[in-house]
């Protein structure tokens, strides 16, 4: 079963636009802060750091495939949101306080947004060109 599912998700991933990655790379960060979120409210420290971990890695995979060329100020501006947010993830890990995760949190839903809104915006111009 498990097998199946591993399968499907995997050809999900593989067969998506960049677009619909961009957007699931940021629902697996907001879903890991969450997490870490809980998981620091009831002390859960091995839980709270695993999943900081995962939503660390997802915003450095961000911010490593940023492209300054094409992106220009946004992307030296979203670089400087991405160290910012690693640097918060961090501080959580250390003090063991979800307060810095919920600041990510506020960053990541507000990101999320603004591309679900860009992403949509090139699909009607593209439908609109074909």
């Not at 946004?74 to 250390?94: G, P, S």
């Amino acid at each position: 079963m498990s097998n199946a599912y591993q399968k499907y998700k995997t050809t999900a991933v593989q067969s998506a636009s960049k677009e619909k990655i961009l957007l699931m790379l940021y629902e697996g960060a907001i879903k890991f802060t969450k997490l870490a979120i809980k998981a620091a409210e009831e002390k859960k420290i091995a839980d709270r750091g695993m999943n900081i971990g995962r939503a660390f890695d997802i915003i450095m995979e961000l911010n490593n495939t940023l492209d300054h060329k094409v992106g220009g100020d946004v992307a030296v501006q979203l670089e400087q949101l991405y160290m910012f947010m690693m640097e918060q993830y961090t501080k959580a890990n250390i003090t063991g306080d979800a307060e810095p995760l919920k600041a990510n949190l506020k960053l990541l839903n507000t990101l999320y947004d603004g591309w679900v809104q860009a992403v949509e915006k090139i699909k009607k111009e593209t439908e609109k060109a074909g």
